[in-house]
């Protein structure tokens, strides 16, 4: 890397870290497998993505039966698109009026990169 290319790199870096961005994650990319383990773990804690309260997944524990049966819902039919997901994940309500769902990124729940995550995570379940 050339030190012009090295000095954008690294100012890039330190603005984003002086805004608050996982600068960790800008630097090494994740794999798929780590997106979805990182997306399942949001997934399952139920202080940030909390699905299990409502859902079934694979795997989780004291699944609530609010919600559908996300291990068996063809996500993939109804969304057609991982973007659609997180658009629904963002506002459910602008996607399906008075569901009685949380609107993760509307209220700032989790953000985008954390939506993404579960998104991947809930895109490479079987259903």
């Given at each position: 890397m050339k030190k012009s290319q090295w000095l954008a790199t690294a100012a890039i870096i330190a603005t984003a870290a002086f805004m608050g961005v996982d600068t960790a994650a800008m630097a090494a990319p994740m794999t798929t497998a780590q997106n979805i383990a990182a997306g399942k773990s949001i997934a399952f804690n139920?202080?940030?993505?909390?699905?299990?309260?409502?859902?079934?997944?694979?795997g989780g524990t004291m699944a609530g039966n609010v919600g559908p049966d996300l291990s068996v819902l063809p996500l993939k039919a109804i969304f057609k698109t991982k973007e659609k997901l997180v658009d629904f994940l963002y506002d459910p309500e602008k996607v399906i009026p008075h569901i009685n769902m949380p609107q993760f990124g509307k209220n700032k729940v989790l953000t985008h990169h954390q939506m993404e995550l579960v998104a991947d995570y809930l895109w490479?379940?079987?259903g």
């Open positions: 139920r202080t940030q993505g909390n699905c299990l309260a409502c859902h079934v997944l694979p490479s379940l079987k």
